[in-house]
């Protein structure tokens, strides 16, 4: 009950989620730092208190191997990366860090 996005966050919140996963359609909605996706996704992504992840319904899902973090090095701190690392720890995957300068999009 209650609107979509505030009922996701605060949903997560009560049952203290670690992460979030939107399954998102994939349609062309306003976008966020250039990235188009759906307005809730946006929303929850901008609101929620822990990692968004949203994999698109168009992608064909094969089990993962190797996974790419997208970042800006000059706006986040070693910290950071350090977190990303523990994050994904246990896919047992290989990480990729793409550096990326400037805005998406």
């Known amino acids: 009950q209650g609107m979509p996005v505030e009922t996701i966050v605060q949903t997560?919140?009560?049952l203290k989620v670690?992460?979030?996963l939107m399954l998102s359609s994939g349609k062309d909605r306003p976008s966020y730092q250039g990235i188009h996706i759906q307005s809730a996704?946006?929303?929850?992504?901008?609101k929620a208190t822990?990692?968004?992840w949203v994999y698109t319904l168009k992608a064909t899902f094969t089990p993962i191997k190797e996974i790419a973090v997208?970042?800006?090095i000059f706006k986040y701190d070693k910290e950071k990366i350090k977190q990303a690392i523990y994050l994904?720890?246990?896919f047992k995957v290989k990480i990729d860090f793409l550096y990326i300068s400037g805005v998406l999009g």
């Open 18 to 20: 670690d992460i979030i």
């Open 50 to 52: 822990v990692p968004v």
């Open 12 to 14: 997560a919140q009560q």
């Open 41 to 46: 996704t946006q929303s929850v992504i901008e």
């Open 70 to 72: 997208a970042i800006d």
């Open 88 to 90: 994904l720890e246990p």
